[in-house]
């Protein structure tokens, strides 16, 4: 018997619904039943006023698999054969019915979820162990899996989970996104297409919370995942050295570019620098090589530093110390949720005294003319910075900002 398009589709939401109840997978046979009411919402040409067609072949190819011992059907009392109410699933006819459908139980595509699972398992990353034992927990309880994951589509299943496991490898030079889609998947473009999926499982389960918080660009940046290869803008006194010779910044204005790998290999051998200062956004490094005081090394930070970023001041605040130099560290960002995070972030990860640079009450006050308005929601996640005492220097501002309702971008605010 072929089946009809019709047919099908109710088999599928049967077992669709089969395979959603409670005591799926459970020992013993339950004695409720696997329903589908049949009413104006799941079937309205069924009720058609005028037009009794589609009730007169929907109760006929029912009755076909009634008759096949496939459902049983559930009649308006004294309107047998005329007006259905529900189909029900029979259950002894279940694996007839997955084969005639060319259809995988939930049961069987879990078993090949949890084999893929330990497949995996075998090199894996510290951080991802909570997460393999909560998936392998749901596959064993026959329980929805962590979204995006689904085992109804296992080439996806491996494909988010060979994609997280390279999320956390461990590697010395950043890598392009292509490259490493390239290598994983075969194709260039697909790690582009499962990104998402792969940061909200890391996000949800693999991740502290303060890394967590960072934006997609930002935390592949933090793991050595990048568009493409970058150079760190710097400019001020500093002379340092390489396998290749030596390099006095000074020579280079505005600002010189250098390539991570260089800073992997440089070491420092002299600086006059009487502060460091790290800026945010590139309009206004620009502003600060132009206006600000010469004797300043100044870094574009770009938002969130990255790996390459974070090197470089950690030499630099190694070569300060040594020399026993108390050189102050400077953050200059925007006077907002974004601002605030970039600093924390800078501070905690370097371990440098980093001190903010022109993101106060007076500056605030001073450019306030030029805010931005700000919604319910950004609000509410600014005011939650109160109760973190990391944020302490920027409470009294951040007070204002909630009473305001603004907030300043870096480039509104003069130097002078």
């Known amino acids: 018997m072929e089946l009809s398009a019709v047919q099908k589709e109710v088999l599928h939401a049967l077992l669709d619904r089969y395979e959603r ?162 290598r994983l998947y075969g194709d260039s473009k697909r790690w582009e297409q499962l990104e998402k999926g792969i940061l909200q499982l890391a996000r949800s389960f693999c991740l502290p919370p303060a890394e967590a918080a960072l934006d997609d660009t930002a935390l592949l940046a933090e793991r050595g995942i990048i568009d493409h290869p970058s150079h760190i803008l710097l400019s001020g006194p500093l002379l340092f050295t390489t396998p290749r010779g030596p390099v006095d910044l000074a020579v280079f204005y505005p600002d010189l570019g250098l390539p991570v790998e260089m800073v992997r290999d440089l070491v420092i051998t002299a600086s006059a620098a009487a502060a460091v200062i790290t800026i945010e956004n590139k309009t206004s490094f620009y502003q600060y090589l132009r206006e600000g005081p010469p004797e300043h090394l100044a870094i574009y930070l770009g938002g969130y530093h990255n790996r390459g970023r974070r090197l470089l001041l950690e030499k630099l605040g190694r070569y300060f110390k040594e020399k026993g130099r108390a050189v102050p560290f400077y953050h200059w960002g925007d006077l907002d949720l974004g601002g605030f995070q970039i600093w924390r972030h800078l501070k905690a990860k370097t371990g440098l005294p980093f001190t903010p640079f022109l993101m106060d009450l007076s500056t605030y006050r001073r450019c306030l003319h030029r805010g931005r308005p700000l919604g319910k929601a950004y609000l509410d996640k600014l005011a939650a910075l109160l109760d973190e005492p990391e944020y302490k220097v920027f409470h009294p501002l951040i007070a204002l900002m909630l009473e305001k309702k603004v907030r300043v971008e870096q480039e509104a605010v003069p130097l002078k």
């Open 21 to 182: 109840r409670k005591d799926y997978g459970r020992a013993g046979k339950s004695p409720r039943r696997t329903l589908m009411q049949v009413n104006r919402k799941s079937f309205p040409d069924y009720f058609h006023v005028s037009d009794s067609s589609f009730r007169l072949l929907f109760n006929g190819e029912m009755a076909a698999l009634e008759r096949r011992g496939w459902v049983e059907l559930d009649w308006e009392r004294f309107d047998r054969g005329h007006s259905l109410t529900r189909i029900a699933l029979a259950d002894k006819a279940l694996a007839e019915i997955y084969e005639a459908l060319g259809r995988a139980s939930r049961k069987q595509l879990y078993r090949e979820a949890a084999a893929i699972l330990e497949e995996l398992n075998k090199e894996l990353p510290a951080e991802l162990g909570p997460l393999y034992r909560e998936i392998a927990a749901r596959l064993q309880a026959l329980q929805p899996l962590p979204p995006p994951l689904k085992a109804e589509r296992p080439l996806l299943f491996r494909e988010l989970l060979r994609g997280l496991q390279a999320l956390f490898e461990p590697r010395e030079s950043d890598l392009a996104r292509r490259v490493l889609s390239a």
